[in-house]
């Protein structure tokens, strides 16, 4: 929806006055999954698709928001009690909640949105959600908080109102998103370099399943309990282990009779998980798009057999894309559903989609939908 058009809804619910526009992104990840919340790595870029909100203070301290694309209205206060009951206005909620934790000051304001990302499909519509009121209240109130800070608000909203124990990469994306650029986070550390992403020949696309398998959210709790109690076991033989990100197999193999079988595949994807960004990182660099799509095929697998986060559409696509000869595939995000990410060479692209498109048909009675990526810029005015 444009900036105009978001105006004219935001006029049209609550006089004629005018608001600021923002809008912040949904992300894609080229590789690095389920690696965030363990202190390793992960490489994900901006899309064009994303939330933009129109917004403007009221002089009170109640909030009033409009869900364009629901149709439905949710107005709450800003003191921890006035939790609305709308899923989607929680989010909103949190964030308020999140920058007043932090001693940031937030007043009451009127605000309508829309969005384009696709909701469960594994692309972050939620930290574009976040991010696009985080950034927007931090400019209007003139807070002063930091961009990484701001990621954390939304990370902290998504655990502390949502409950999902996300890690930080989706919202770090939607701020940080750079056009053109994917971002190598060390999510430890928080060192980051963007890597300009133009594969000359080849084609990133997005098939998404359009499937979202139920109890996802407290799957992903329970992935990252396994691989903090097998960090939690390895760390009493080397203290120096904070997350997996610090161990190695020799060390997992050490503990291997202390941990549940289940805890031991886990913390084995996130090991194999580290190394592999790495080396897409150096393929990368070297232009070596081979090696890149080699990597996302061992993700999809070790996502499948390893962490469990898979399902039979994504294996089903995964399995179309090789016999295809695409370059990579792989389950992209949370997994349970949502989209297989593929890096195609341009002249198998509309053979590969048109392929997918009608076996997936065929098998499930509902076809995927294709997204091309767009690498984009993060959080922004309009
Ligand atoms: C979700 C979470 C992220 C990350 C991915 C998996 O998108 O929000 O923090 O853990 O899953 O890589």
Redesign the pocket.
Same mark, same amino acid.
């Given at each position: 929806m444009s900036k105009n058009e978001i105006i004219q809804i935001f006029q049209e619910k609550f006089g004629d006055q005018s608001p600021e526009v923002y809008t912040s992104p949904g992300r894609i990840?080229l590789i690095? &999954?389920?690696?965030? @919340?363990n202190g390793s790595f =992960?490489f994900p870029g901006a899309i064009d698709k994303g939330m933009t909100a129109a917004i403007r203070l009221n002089g009170t301290d109640k909030v009033n928001a409009y869900a364009i694309d629901l149709n439905e209205n949710s107005s709450f206060g800003l003191n921890e009690e006035d939790a609305p009951s709308e899923g989607w206005a929680k989010y909103i909620f949190g964030v308020c909640r999140e920058i007043i934790k932090r001693g940031g000051r937030v007043k009451g304001f009127d605000t309508v949105f829309s969005g384009d990302v696709p909701l469960g499909a594994?692309m972050?519509s939620s930290?574009a959600l976040e991010s696009v009121f985080a950034y927007a209240l931090n400019e209007m109130l003139n807070l002063g908080i930091d961009k990484f800070e701001l990621a954390r608000i939304g990370q902290s909203t &998504?655990h502390n109102y949502v409950g =999902?124990k996300?890690?930080?990469?989706?919202q770090f994306a939607s701020i940080f998103g750079k056009k053109g650029h994917l971002v190598r986070l060390d999510c430890k550390t928080m060192e980051h370099a963007y890597f300009p992403f133009d594969p000359k020949g080849y084609k990133l696309v997005l098939l998404d399943t359009a499937v979202k398998h139920e109890l996802a959210s407290s799957a @992903?709790n329970k992935r990252r309990e396994s691989c903090e109690h097998a960090a939690a076991t390895i760390r009493k033989n080397h203290p120096e282990v904070e997350f997996l990100r610090d161990a190695n197999m020799d060390m997992l193999d050490e503990v291997k009779n202390q941990i549940s079988e289940e805890d031991y595949m886990r913390a084995k994807y996130v090991i194999e998980e580290t190394q592999r960004v790495l080396d897409v990182s150096d393929a990368l660099q070297q232009g070596d798009y081979e090696t890149v799509g080699q990597k996302m095929y061992e993700t999809h697998y070790g996502m499948s057999k390893l962490y469990e986060v898979s399902c039979e559409e994504l294996d089903f696509l995964n399995d179309v894309a090789k016999e295809n000869k695409v370059t990579g595939s792989r389950v992209m995000?949370?997994g349970f559903g949502g989209c297989t990410i593929n890096l195609v060479k341009d002249e198998l692209h509309d053979t590969f989609i048109a392929d997918a498109i009608s076996k997936f048909n065929e098998k499930f009675g509902h076809e995927p939908k294709v997204y091309e990526v767009v690498i984009s810029d993060g959080a922004r005015k309009l």
């Open positions: 990840n690095g &999954e389920h690696t965030d @919340y =992960v594994g972050s930290a &998504e =999902v996300c890690g930080i990469m989706d @992903y995000g949370g």
